[in-house]
């Protein structure tokens, strides 16, 4: 068998994804699942589970426990108390790290990280970088941009948009995001774990220099799905409308939604664009999609599952 490499986040977007490109590799798995989350389908991979959480300490060491690898891959997107980001993403980050000074630790991270002063999610991934910084092991953190493809609900809507002729944008016109499609992104997890650069922070994308505008992303929604998509832009004014009426419900306890007030600072933040491309040059990872390809195999992907 080949070295053990724990994971966490297996059932969420990206683990699925992650947990196929570790096994194609030979590496022995073990995941982290907690007891409410079904296991990722993953046809012809063998992975032994450990039931639990980020809170749960006795799961933690178990699923540690002899690792050559740590791949923390699970964290918080949205939450109805914004402290709720520092007790997952920073508070989980140092205990699961804690449990295993000697393995090498990679932190999937995120590039809202850069601007930790955004929102309490950026903040709280900027935490998380700290603490896997101070670690007396091996560490690398991975800042991803948005990532995309199948399987994922939180872009659903933005596609959903889209096939009916209208692709909703933050009012900014000089914008730059950078994109990344699901299985590039495990790809390149896998490929860290396989050839580790040197300890540090590092920026990832889909190789687009100067990232994208808005506008691109229309372009390739419409193409993929056979039809004219107009890039709508939508006033901050309106997106801080939406934000409130959503704390509002948080308040009240409704269920979490992504769009908030701060996550609406981060939308109107004009750069998000990659700017260390450090990491791709030391694994050599060649991205298997462009934007157009991958919007193309996204949009397929939700049509076979009728979810578009």
């Known amino acids: 068998m080949g070295r053990l490499v724990a994971v966490t986040g297996a ?58 690898t740590v791949i923390h891959a699970a964290g918080l997107i949205k939450a109805r108390q914004p402290a709720d980001f520092m007790a997952v993403n920073r508070d989980g980050t140092a205990r699961l790290s804690a449990l295993a000074p000697q393995a090498r630790f990679i932190l999937l991270s995120s590039l809202a990280a850069r601007e930790p002063q955004l929102s309490p999610y950026a903040g709280s991934k900027r935490a998380a970088e700290q603490v896997v910084a101070g670690r007396i092991g091996p560490w690398l953190a991975i800042r991803a941009p948005a990532v995309y493809g199948p399987g994922d609900r939180e872009t659903l809507t933005y596609f959903k948009a889209a096939a009916r002729g209208l692709a909703p944008r933050p009012q900014l016109d000089d914008a730059r995001l950078a994109l990344i499609h699901v299985a590039d992104l495990a790809e390149a997890l896998a490929m860290a774990v396989d050839h580790p ?112």
């Open 197 to 308: 650069p040197p300890d540090s922070v590092y920026e990832i994308d889909d190789g687009q220099e100067g990232g994208y505008g808005y506008g691109d992303m229309a372009a390739a929604a419409g193409a993929a799905l056979g039809r004219g998509v107009w890039s709508l832009p939508v006033p901050r004014a309106a997106m801080e409308v939406v934000g409130w009426a959503n704390g509002l419900r948080h308040a009240l306890g409704g269920a979490a939604q992504i769009l908030t007030r701060a996550k609406v600072r981060e939308l109107f933040h004009p750069d998000w664009a990659v700017h260390d491309r450090r990491l791709a040059a030391t694994i050599d990872f060649r991205p298997r999609y462009d934007l157009k390809a991958g919007f193309r195999d996204t949009i397929s992907w939700y049509r076979q599952n009728k979810w578009l």
């Open 11 to 68: 059932t969420g977007f990206v683990g699925p994804h992650l947990v196929s490109a570790l096994a194609r590799r030979g590496f022995s798995l073990r995941l982290l699942i907690r007891r409410w989350s079904p296991m990722p389908s993953l046809p012809n991979v063998k992975a032994e589970v450990v039931l639990g959480d980020l809170a749960d300490e006795a799961a933690l060491r178990r699923l540690v426990d002899g690792a050559d």
